[in-house]
């Protein structure tokens, strides 16, 4: 995140400098794909914000017999963490496990949510049964 805002420190420093020399089409040009790229950087810090929201919520200490947000799911299929949208990822760093960091919103998450051990859901008609939370 300090890199984005780096970046856009940069990019607001680089647009103050080109105001004050070159005109015409080439200054405007420039001017306007700086102007976007700040707010694509803007886009991705806001995005970043609502994710550090989302972690700050979780309390790895609570640990709920249903399945909601901050839930570590074992099931017959694959371990799932619900927390951010990250992706796969290998568990412990190169054990070869898996594990599936998906969001609340994530249709799978929205299939698995509310269920408790013992309980299974189908989604893409793959059969997920849950063996242990944490």
């Known amino acids: 995140m ?9 990019l607001v420093s680089d647009n ?4 004050k020399s070159s005109a015409g089409d080439k200054h405007e040009t420039a001017v306007s794909m700086m102007q976007l790229e700040q707010e694509k950087i803007n886009n991705q810090l806001k995005i970043y ?5 989302v972690l700050d919520v979780i309390n790895p200490e609570n640990v709920s017999s249903l399945i909601g947000l901050g839930s570590l799911i074992v099931t017959s299929r694959q371990l799932i963490y619900i927390s951010v949208g990250i992706g796969k990822i290998q568990y412990p760093a190169g054990a070869g496990t898996e594990l599936i960091i998906i969001s609340l919103q994530a249709p799978l998450a929205q299939a698995l949510k509310g ?3 013992n309980e299974s859901v189908e989604f893409n008609k ?9």
């Open 126 to 134: 793959i059969r997920y049964a849950i063996e242990s939370l944490h």
């Open 16 to 19: 103050t400098s080109n105001a």
């Open 2 to 10: 300090n890199l984005l805002h780096t970046k856009l420190a940069d």
């Open 115 to 117: 269920k408790c051990v």
């Open 49 to 53: 914000d609502e994710q550090l929201k």
